[in-house]
């Protein structure tokens, strides 16, 4: 491994990256000789799988580290002359603790859109923050309220079923309508989907607002349990430079979200029955028959499952007298259909 010396990642606004542990460990091996510092570094190293391109995870790092630099270029401010200087200098220190060979693992190279260490770095970050929001947000477009956290991300959000998206274009077009005229800035409302259980009003709420992602619009998922926080939800997102849609499910309380008011928020709320309080009503009112066969029609077509029209809406309305006649009915019973035929199982309802 390289001689090792100097003193390295002396940091002010991305002093942030140092309570990464694999970071810490890497300042520590740079600032020092010892065989426990390298020996600590290493087992981080693996144990984080950066191995091969440690430059790439220090990259990541800068690239979703909260500060000072990246909260302004998300909000389009313009950056004094001492941040964009001590920003820079933080790269070029980050860029000179990494310029170095060793045997024992690979450097890499930084990931866009840093490419370099240096002010062309700085002004791709500040259109990449510009663009996609800063810090946590950039870890996904979920979020869920914890009173004790705040806002955290949800790496792994639910899969959106194949039925959310069918049968209900009406309902679909009014609620991306009103979304699009809230990221563009123009009138629009908060909003009440109600109806009964299974008819895909939240997973329709998640496949519209994530359309909007790029357009720096988030979605924050607020337990019902939680309304009374609401306000305290709101001023804290009222603070950030992104567009938020609060999430309530399974909503059976009016609440007034008028009162809560914010440019960048706006409240989408589920519920069985309808409320008042919400500028903006969509009923989702459950298929008719013929519906429901049309929406398994198109699940099987998804799910590739080969039956004869005839056989299948037999089993449909079968599937329907126990189950329902709801999007989410058609779902189980087209996966449970797939599932069968890659199986070579016999089909018993």
Known sequence: MAETG????????????????????????????????????????????????????VGDAVIRDDNA?????????????????????DLAEIGRALDFESSEFGIGNAPFPIKSWDGKAANLLYSHYQSAGYGKFLSGFEFRY????????????????????????????????????????????????????????????????????SQKLRLVRLDRS???????????????SLRFLIVIEALSEEIHPAGCAADNVLIAATGH??????????????????????????????????????????????WAETHGCTPRSADRLAGYLSACQKKGKEIRL
């Open 69 to 89: 630099f990246s909260r302004a270029c998300a909000a389009g401010r313009d950056l004094t002359p001492y941040l964009k200087e001590a920003y820079i200098a």
């Open 226 to 240: 939680d309304i009374r926080e609401l306000p305290r939800v709101m001023d804290g997102l009222a603070a950030l």
């Open 146 to 213: 914890d009173r004790d956290e705040g806002l955290v991300p949800i790496l792994r959000p639910r899969a959106l079923p194949p039925a959310a998206l069918k049968g209900y274009d009406r309902e679909r077009e009014t609620v991306t309508d009103n979304l699009e005229n809230f990221v563009k800035g123009l009138p629009c409302s908060d909003m009440l989907l109600y109806g009964g259980s299974g008819t895909g009003k939240s997973a329709l709420l998640s496949a519209s607002a994530s359309a909007f992602a």
């Open 273 to 318: 029955v309808r409320l008042n309080g919400f500028g903006l009503t969509v009923r989702f009112a459950e298929p008719d028959l013929e519906g429901y066969l049309a929406i398994v029609r198109e699940l099987l077509r998804d799910y590739k499952v080969k039956l004869p029209q005839e056989d299948a809406d037999a089993l449909a309305r079968e």
């Open 6 to 57: 100097g003193n390295y990642l002396n940091l002010t606004v991305l002093a942030g990256i140092l309570e990464d542990p694999l970071i810490a460990a890497f300042a520590a091996y740079r600032n020092s000789k010892t065989a426990a510092a390298k020996t600590a570094f290493l087992r981080e190293l693996f144990d984080k799988g950066a191995e091969s391109n440690f430059a790439a995870y």
